[in-house]
């Protein structure tokens, strides 16, 4: 028995150049330090409006001079919302912390309220939460002294740009505001293709 798939398609899960195998380098700043990030997109679902990858920061503790920790995201839309009600995050906490992306300004009034969804499919700036959620290759591993993945990042890409701007967000940090900068890292490989 013969199928036809001419009118299959699988989606392209991309939103400019976030997409799985993406890659994006910078930094983390908390305080006067400032530390060499990379971040490594492994899954992009549109569909469900998620992501994963790994972040790797360096030197961040003496004992681990290099950790890489695994993370999930959700990406603002349709299935999530800017209220990100878990992960001890309220609502003043929520619009702190989505203000400080100039981006986000105009939402500030209309995101709390029924009926507004974000479309990032059809918008320069994706809005996104990502969680850590266990360290790579341990992931028994829960408590490292001078560093915590217990929190998580609010996110921001701009698509013209092709930059990622984030805040680390942990309840129990005297420091709210650790600021994420990341730039898209151009990767030499073949782009996807469909034979038919």
Known sequence: MWTDLSDHRIRNHQLGNLYAGSRFTGS???GDNKYDVVV????LNLEESTLSGYLNIKGLTPEFPELTTYFEGEIIGPKYSFLTRKWQAQHYIDVAHWKRFPS???YVSVFNQDGFVYDPENEDFVYMRWKEKFLVPDHHVDNIEGASFAGFYYVCF???TNTISGMYFYRHFTQWYQELSL???QQRSFGSYEFR
């Open 158 to 160: 701009q698509r013209s």
């Open 104 to 106: 986000f300004q105009k």
């Open 183 to 185: 730039r898209y890292e």
């Open 28 to 30: 983390q700043k908390c």
């Open 40 to 43: 490594d997109i492994q899954n």
